[in-house]
């Protein structure tokens, strides 16, 4: 069977086995299928921490910036697509920001560490004080760990 087995831990997190190759073959994920897991996995786990957000008081009159794995372009404009059209959620921002690889453990990291530094570096578009962002880290196996940062103001 050339299908990943997805199965769920103990703590409800969904999981791809993929299965090995027979007598040390390549093998190869299909893009399609692959894309669509991974939008569906990261659409649901900023859904969700959207939501929780949302409740929090100190949520009242911020934008929320989403930073995430970069796996492509086609998927983060998936993943848009799906937040606007199955879960309402219309008022994100999804900064683009590492577009030259696709390093599922550090494009998260990496893009937030850009956006950390953009101001610095005489860019507009950079995280402020008391900009409030969604980390939204997914990847190897299904896993994904999402959660809101509010960037604070550094040393006086």
């Known amino acids: 069977d050339e299908h990943p087995v997805i199965f ?3 703590h409800g997190n ?3 086995r993929i299965q090995e190759s027979p007598n040390g073959r390549d093998f190869w994920m299909r893009g399609g299928a692959t894309a669509k897991f991974f939008i569906k996995l990261a659409a649901e786990g900023i859904a969700s921490a959207y939501r929780q957000y949302k409740q929090d008081e100190r949520s009242r009159g911020h934008v ?3 930073i995430g794995h970069h796996a492509s372009l ?3 404009e998936g993943v848009d697509n799906m937040l606007r059209r199955k879960y ?3 008022d ?3 900064p683009w920001v590492v577009p030259d690889g696709n ?3 550090a494009t998260s990291l990496i893009g937030f560490i850009r956006m950390m530094a953009a101001d610095e570096q005489g860019q507009h578009d950079g995280y402020q004080p008391g900009q409030h962002v969604l980390y939204a880290s997914y990847g190897a196996g299904g896993t994904g760990n999402f959660f ?3 960037i604070g103001g550094g040393a006086a």
Do not use: Q
């Open 8 to 10: 769920t831990d103990k």
């Open 14 to 16: 969904s999981i791809a």
């Open 64 to 66: 929320l910036s989403v």
């Open 74 to 76: 086609t998927v983060a």
């Open 88 to 90: 309402g959620i219309n």
């Open 92 to 94: 994100l921002v999804f």
């Open 103 to 105: 390093s599922s453990g």
């Open 148 to 150: 809101v940062v509010e």
